[in-house]
């Protein structure tokens, strides 16, 4: 959940947070005395500056964290005097990303940086700061500042981009309990955390067994915050702030969508029917077949593309449409100090407008080691905001007009590797969806440079911004693309058509049945996270009861997939533990952002996948960030049609 003074978004992996957490009635851990010796100009704002300087010791987070405890300190009595609550708000977003500006990078550094003393720091200023922002979400005075702006006498001097600020501030901590007594207030806290952990143990722990019974734990835990937080379920907690905003009407999109994947499925289901009598009566499930299926048609096509896809060519082709799409350049540089190249293998980019204007700065993180996160991800350093340099000129610091966005972009390219040249490491093509994908994050964080650091970047909600993560994943599929980067390491060849047009069909392949189980792996989440008792919405659009997880599982298999229940039911089990862990009450967003993705695809790009028009529409919504309501900002455009359920009606099922 979003949190008042520090909106995680996607910037850093929440669980792995909130399981490092350990805040609750724990004193913060000693400061070692070199580094309060170290930290002499507290008067010195924080590192609103294009490279990683907090990178120059291993302390350099620890002194980063103390220097944001001050100035936090100072701005809390600045707020407290005040009897403006307009300034008061620039206060608060000054304090905002004041502790942005430790939070994101900590958490940037203790998954990515190769040297366990770096790491080790980094969670322990983290932990510092976080446990200070956790109070301060509890501050009565802060949430008055709130109450204060929203009446009319205030409200109607507010900007647009203010009184969205404002909105989304107060609805956080009025959702997370601020209105209760302190008592209440005390058992969010104690479930909050209990939640969290329960969520680290399920997809840490093995036995099934053990499994369902800490899942069984979880739900009752998040059925119970939201009881006390006063919501209906955890569920209509959860998405307050989402396009869909009810669980009801997310259920009315799953419904929908399968209705429209049905006949495809239905044609999947008799292919892999005739695969069965192929294997006699050897006990195989239809996701292996699948599985086999695609390996025997495609493998052999799929192992040649790799070796069109060094690092360095699919690098050159995400620089290929930033430049063509949205009049970006990326340029490297070449001379960094040790700290700030933390790892050989990293590089430095910096983007560049059209006319020459600085937009931020890329660290490239792309080749695997065993001390970093294995999953690909971007992780954000800093926002792009305006700076209140009024606020900071009364804390008696210096600073410029602008804050530009940092991003450290990583993923884990292992492909044949016998050395760390990028020209000579190589991605499978799944591997290169993977970092189109994450790249659209870092777009959008470059993109998304507001007036107000609370509204930056990829701060909306999940089934919104995913939308533009998987919009850039057609690029990795589009042979008209692909072959203007994709050339063979070794005869300089671009990359046959034939190898690209059957990757794509095994993506295609039983893909209708792939994302029924995806819509059913929402469907249970959307259950278990609904009212009790438990109950899941069918396609008559009528409530059934379910008594507990496995027979929700079993019948939403039942009533989605045209394939026997008892195999349908193994296909979805394997993910069910991790789904429910990572993506409480939005698994959904997966599918609903895709159909954004796709509508965009469709109207702007099909036939002409690099058209700058298009494209600047498409980065003038991700530079709006969370400032305006989602409908709203892709209205630029969808004018008059901005809505996910209206899209279904005209995409192409295949490009779902």
């Known amino acids: 959940k979003l949190q008042f003074l520090y909106f995680i978004g996607l910037h850093c992996n929440m669980k792995k947070m909130m399981s490092a957490m350990a805040w609750g009635g724990k004193a913060a851990p000693m400061v070692a005395p070199e580094v309060l010796a170290a930290c002499q100009d507290t008067k010195k ?6 490279g990683l300087t907090y990178l120059h010791s291993p302390h350099g987070l620890m002194m980063k ?21 307009v300034k008061s708000l620039n206060y608060l977003d000054t304090m905002n990303n004041t502790m942005c500006l430790l939070l994101d990078p900590a958490e940037a550094t203790r998954n990515t940086h190769p040297d366990g003393r770096y790491r080790e720091s980094a969670s322990e200023a983290f932990n510092l700061v976080y446990r200070y922002m956790s109070e301060l979400n509890t501050s009565r005075d802060l949430y008055g500042i709130l109450e204060a702006l929203v009446q009319e006498e205030h409200w109607s001097k507010l900007s647009p981009v203010q009184q969205v600020n ?5 609805t956080d901590m009025d959702a997370n309990g601020i209105h209760l007594p302190r008592e209440e207030r005390d058992v969010v806290v104690r479930l909050t955390s209990e939640k969290e952990e329960l969520g680290h143990y399920l997809v840490t722990t093995v036995d099934p067994n053990e499994q369902q019974k800490i899942l069984n734990k979880l739900l009752e835990t998040r059925h119970k915050l939201a009881e006390v937080l006063e919501f209906k379920s955890y569920a209509d907690w959860a998405m307050q702030s989402t396009m869909a905003g009810k669980p009801q009407d997310a259920w009315h999109f799953i419904n929908t969508v399968s209705s429209m994947l049905q006949p495809r499925a239905k044609e999947e289901a008799a292919v892999l029917e005739q695969i069965v009598k192929q294997f006699g009566n050897v006990k195989i499930s239809h996701a292996e077949l699948g599985h086999i299926y695609k390996t025997r048609k495609y493998g052999a096509h799929i192992h040649q593309m790799t070796r069109y896809l060094s ?24 001379d960094l100090p040790d700290y700030e190249r933390y790892h050989p293998t990293v590089q430095k980019y910096v983007l560049h407008d059209d006319d020459g204007t600085t937009i931020g700065t890329i660290y490239a993180d792309l080749i695997d080691r065993p001390d970093k996160m294995k999953s690909a991800g971007h992780f954000t350093v800093q926002l792009g905001t305006s700076l209140h340099s009024e606020v900071l000129g009364e804390l008696g610091m210096k600073a410029g007009m602008k804050q530009l966005p940092i991003v450290i972009f990583t993923c884990n390219a292992q492909v044949e590797r016998t050395t760390d040249d990028w020209e000579k490491v190589f991605l499978s093509p799944h591997e290169m969806v993977t970092m189109f994908h994450e790249f659209g994050h870092a777009l959008h964080t ?10 930056a970047g990829t701060r909306s909600s999940l089934d919104y911004v995913e939308a533009f993560s998987q919009f850039m994943e057609y690029y990795a599929h589009d042979y008209r693309v692909l072959s203007q980067f994709a050339m063979h390491h070794e005869t300089g060849q671009p ?13 295609q392949c039983f893909s209708a049945t792939e994302k029924l189980n995806q819509l059913i792996l929402s469907g249970v989440d959307l259950a278990c996270h609904g009212p009790r008792p438990m109950s899941y919405t069918n396609t008559a659009g009528s409530v059934v009861p379910c008594a507990d997880t496995n027979l929700l599982l079993a019948e939403l298999s039942k009533l989605h997939l045209p394939i026997s229940t008892e195999d349908s039911v193994s296909l979805a089990a394997k993910y069910s533990m991790q789904h429910m862990s990572n993506y409480p009450a939005g698994y959904y967003s997966y599918t609903y952002s895709k159909v954004i993705a796709a509508a965009m695809w469709e109207k702007y790009f099909i036939d002409k996948p690099l058209c700058r028009e298009g494209g600047m529409k498409l980065r003038h919504i991700m530079s709006l960030g969370a400032s305006q309501a989602q409908t709203d900002m892709l209205s630029c455009m969808f004018p008059g049609k901005a809505d996910p359920s209206e899209m279904m009606k005209t995409i192409d099922i295949k490009h779902l």
């Open 65 to 85: 964290g103390e220097q944001c405890l001050e100035i936090s300190h100072e701005l809390v009595r600045l707020i407290k005097q005040s009897n403006d609550p």
């Open 45 to 50: 704002y924080l590192e609103t500056v294009d």
């Open 495 to 507: 990359i046959p058509e034939d190898l690209v047009m059957a990757f794509n069909e095994s993506e």
């Open 311 to 334: 690092v360095a060519n699919v690098w050159r082709g995400l620089q290929l449409i930033c430049k063509e799409l949205f009049g970006v350049t990326l340029k490297k540089e070449n």
């Open 166 to 170: 404002t909105r989304l501030m107060k």
């Open 446 to 455: 470059m993109f998304g440079q507001t007036e107000y650091q609370n509204v």
